[in-house]
């Protein structure tokens, strides 16, 4: 299963994508939130390979290896524990709307288990993410 959240955001492309490229800005999303980040099996720092730890509280860590990076565009990303759905993944495209907007789009995918359950909170997961990055980007 498949679900995309989208907004538009106005500030330039590449503010957008630089927060996006940063992983450890993640922690400017929300209270609490820490963020490690393990490049030993990137190409480059932050890039494909990367594995970021997302943790918050007493939960177990989030943890998702980077598997696409296109600078300015898009970056994809799978998740290898901690979080409730199977093959759970990834996407956050960006368009470039005018100079000085940029379209986000945040794509998430999963195994369809429980298709109305996991549908539902896959789209909910995917508006709360989209929601605090582009928050995070206009206090930026």
């Given at each position: 299963?498949?679900?995309?959240?989208?907004?538009?955001?106005?500030?330039?492309?590449?503010?957008?994508?630089?927060?996006?490229?940063?992983?450890?800005?993640?922690?400017?999303?929300?209270?609490?939130?820490?963020?490690?980040?393990?490049?030993?099996?990137?190409?480059?720092?932050?890039?494909?390979?990367?594995?970021?730890?997302?943790?918050?509280?007493?939960?177990?860590?989030?943890?998702?290896?980077?598997?696409?990076?296109?600078?300015?565009?898009?970056?994809?990303?799978?998740?290898?524990?901690?979080?409730?759905?199977?093959?759970?993944?990834?996407?956050?495209?960006?368009?470039?709307?005018?100079?000085?907007?940029?379209?986000?789009?945040?794509?998430?995918?999963?195994q369809r288990r429980l298709p109305v359950v996991e549908g539902v909170a896959l789209a909910g997961v995917a508006r709360v993410l989209l929601t605090l990055f582009t928050r995070?980007?206009?206090?930026?």
């Amino acid at each position: 299963m498949e679900t995309t959240a989208r907004t538009v955001v106005d500030k330039p492309i590449g503010v957008v994508w630089a927060a996006l490229a940063d992983h450890t800005a993640i922690e400017q999303w929300g209270p609490g939130l820490r963020v490690t980040v393990d490049d030993s099996a990137a190409e480059e720092p932050g890039g494909v390979g990367a594995v970021r730890r997302i943790k918050s509280g007493p939960t177990p860590a989030i943890v998702e290896r980077v598997t696409v990076v296109e600078p300015g565009r898009s970056l994809s990303y799978v998740a290898l524990g901690g979080v409730p759905f199977r093959d759970y993944g990834g996407t956050v495209r960006l368009t470039e709307r005018s100079a000085t907007s940029t379209e986000v789009a945040w794509t998430l995918h999963a195994q369809r288990r429980l298709p109305v359950v996991e549908g539902v909170a896959l789209a909910g997961v995917a508006r709360v993410l989209l929601t605090l990055f582009t928050r995070a980007v206009r206090r930026g």
